[in-house]
């Protein structure tokens, strides 16, 4: 009966193991694929040109004659995972904020 069982574990631990996955490819990276924040590395695949915030911002700001714009948020908040599905991961309004607007996070 030992032996049955046993064979029935490694059974089981061996069929659940999982094969290497593919790498996955995307279409977008932006800057914040080099930061460790969960948080900003979750939108390192947005089309929109996220940065991470940095002193010299409001002078690239005021050379570039371009507004901020400043989006705040943390890794668990349901409204910012709504956010990003409905607008940061737009084409169209990421390549508005990419022409118009600095893009911080």
Same mark, same amino acid.
């Given at each position: 009966m030992k &032996?049955?069982?046993f064979f029935i574990l490694i059974?089981?631990?061996?069929?659940?193991c999982k094969p290497k996955t593919e790498e996955?490819? %995307? &279409? *977008?990276?932006n800057a914040?694929? *080099?930061?460790?924040? +969960? %948080?900003?590395l979750q939108h390192a *695949?947005? +089309?929109v040109n996220w940065?991470? =915030? *940095?002193?010299?911002?409001? &002078?690239?700001?005021?050379?570039?004659?371009? +507004?901020?714009l400043i989006s705040i948020g943390y890794a668990a $908040?349901? =409204? $910012?995972?709504v956010m990003e599905e409905e607008c940061f991961e737009d084409e169209a309004v990421a390549?508005?904020?990419n022409e118009n607007f600095i893009n911080k996070k």
């Open positions: &032996k049955v069982l059974g089981t631990v061996v069929l659940s996955v490819s %995307y &279409k *977008h990276t914040l694929i *080099h930061e460790t924040s +969960p %948080y900003l *695949h947005n +089309p940065e991470a =915030w *940095h002193p010299d911002v409001l &002078k690239r700001a005021q050379k570039e004659d371009k +507004p901020l $908040c349901h =409204w $910012c995972h390549k508005v904020m």
